[in-house]
């Protein structure tokens, strides 16, 4: 899962991806300290798979993994070139999702490019620039299509009226994952690759001193007020937090949040948000060898996630046999949920549901 770090120059995103990856992308007080992105991979808690290497005294363990993408900070004019846009949203294009970091802090020290900080202001300014770009790709997509149309080849009326459909909300300023499309549009949409397609999380950045009273912020709320109408989620942090988490070690980070009355971390919270957003699952296989977890997205059959594992898993699949995680616990082993009769044999037609613990029999 790949996912983008975007906003306006100065809203600390480069600050958050070093504190949630620490991979140490350069943070400074100017526009455009970031050119390349950025690129950071992050292992996803799971106590599941911590509890279940326990239980099997595996070799190895492996979690599920999320990369972030640092990319450049964007500003007006972004979509015609302005501060190197062009190559800014191109690097969009290669994520699953946005991760949009908005500034809800104030800082004199901190240079913002317009001033002071508008949550509403400046979630407009990178919604247009993505959407004045879709707009020029929408516009190049129609005229293909219209010209193949000419050839009396009428498969391409649908994708014409889906382009037109789309080009009219980039028009009314509204993006593209907007709009109320069926499941084969919407697949259609998602193959386009358009930047406004691609289904957004607000992080609401604020600042230090509030990280234990974030509902009073203003910015904050004006943030969730967008997120709502959008339908998607807000995630409230402080990246500077973030940073000194990633320093302490586990009991002292649980000490930390707790001081600061705080539940969970920010990148808890936003692996959370991501997974809902882009309706992710895992299913998991365990062992002496190795306990790992494995992501898929919700409603994939079993002889497709057997072949996340391995193409042959999928090929030759006979069957699985699976647990829910919460039973194999209550059992305390496999042999003794194996006595209890809980271990299910499971078909081709099998939707596998998050924290399934499964054994897949195949034959190529």
């Known amino acids: 899962m790949k996912l983008g770090i975007v906003g306006l120059p100065n809203v600390g995103k480069s600050t958050l991806f070093n504190a949630i990856t620490k991979a140490g992308a350069e943070a400074a007080n100017y526009p455009f300290c970031t050119i390349e992105p950025n690129v950071g991979v992050v292992t996803v ?6 509890a279940l290497t326990e239980m099997y005294d595996s070799d190895k363990t492996v979690y599920a993994t999320i990369e972030f993408y640092d990319i450049a900070g964007l500003v007006k004019g972004a979509s015609k070139g302005e501060g190197l846009g062009n190559k800014f949203l191109g690097h969009i294009r290669e994520v699953a999702a946005i991760v949009h970091v908005v500034r809800c802090f104030d800082d004199p020290n901190v240079v913002h490019v317009d001033g002071v900080p508008d949550p509403a202001r400046d979630i407009e300014t990178i919604d247009l620039e993505l959407i004045f770009a879709d ?6 997509r129609i005229d293909k299509t219209k010209k193949a149309m000419k050839g009396g080849d009428k498969s391409f009326e649908k994708e014409l009226t889906l ?9 009314d300023g509204k993006p593209a994952r907007a709009l109320d499309l069926e499941e084969d549009e ?12 691609k289904p957004v999380i607000y992080a609401a950045n604020i600042a230090e001193s509030e990280a234990g009273s974030a509902e009073e912020n203003e910015y904050v709320k004006a943030v969730r007020c967008i997120a709502e109408a959008e339908g998607t989620e807000t995630v409230v942090l402080a990246a500077k937090v973030e940073a000194e988490l990633a320093e302490l070690d586990e009991e002292d980070r649980a000490a930390f949040l707790e001081e600061l009355g705080i539940g969970e971390s920010g990148l808890d919270k936003l692996v ?6 882009l309706d992710l699952i895992s299913f998991l296989t365990a062992g002496k060898p190795e306990t790992r977890a494995w992501t898929i997205t919700r409603g994939m059959k079993a002889p497709q996630a057997a072949g996340k594992i391995h193409t042959d898993f999928e090929r030759g699949f006979i069957r699985a046999e699976t647990i829910a995680y919460e039973k194999l616990m209550e059992c305390g082993s496999l ?5 209890k ?24």
């Open 45 to 50: 808690p799971d106590e599941r798979i911590d």
């Open 135 to 140: 707009m020029d790709a929408v516009e190049r």
């Open 163 to 171: 382009l037109e459909r789309i080009h009219a909300a980039l028009l």
């Open 186 to 197: 919407r697949a259609a949409l998602q193959a386009m690759d358009l930047l406004t397609g």
């Open 272 to 277: 959370k948000a991501s997974y809902a957003l």
């Open 335 to 339: 042999a003794a949920a194996k006595e």
């Open 341 to 364: 009769g809980l271990i299910r044999s499971e078909g081709k037609e099998y939707v596998v549901k998050d924290g399934d613990v499964m054994h897949f029999l195949f034959n190529v």
